[in-house]
């Protein structure tokens, strides 16, 4: 259903050195370096099917994040799970709400680790066993 997510940032040079090391957790490649007609650098990363996308913002305002948003990266075990938290910890990323591990609730088990990456994007690891 969804084919990509795009966030903004200020410091794309910063941006890369970070989703670079998180994203390499689960085995997404360097991005693809794009510069549109009216001069921002963006950045995809593809990786089984999806994109995710940083962007210098077009309108030139500052980036902002969207309260109440979370942007979930499918990981493949909980083992996964705390190498995706931890190395976002250790590139900038911020950890958030309980620390990495199972939640037990309507869904059944899942696994779960949130931070927010150096822009303040909220970011979720998600594991379901099975």
């Not at 305002?61 to 990981?75: D, K, M, Q, R």
Request: with cysteine; hydrophobic share 35%; net charge negative.
């Amino acid at each position: 259903m969804i084919n990509h997510v795009m966030i903004g940032t200020d410091d794309i040079k910063a941006s890369r050195t970070f989703y670079n090391a998180v994203l390499g957790v689960l085995g997404a490649g360097a991005p693809i370096e794009h510069t549109n007609a009216t001069g921002q650098l963006r950045l995809f990363y593809l990786h089984n099917g999806s994109t995710f996308c940083l962007t210098q913002p077009i309108n030139e305002e500052p980036p902002s994040v969207a309260n109440g948003s979370t942007i979930g990266f499918t990981c493949d075990s909980p083992e996964q799970i705390k190498e995706f938290h931890d190395v976002a910890i250790a590139n900038g990323g911020q950890s958030i709400e309980e620390p990495p591990g199972v939640r037990t609730g309507d869904m059944g088990d899942v696994y779960l680790c949130y931070f927010l990456d150096p822009d303040g994007h909220k970011i979720c690891g998600f594991h379901r066993p099975g």
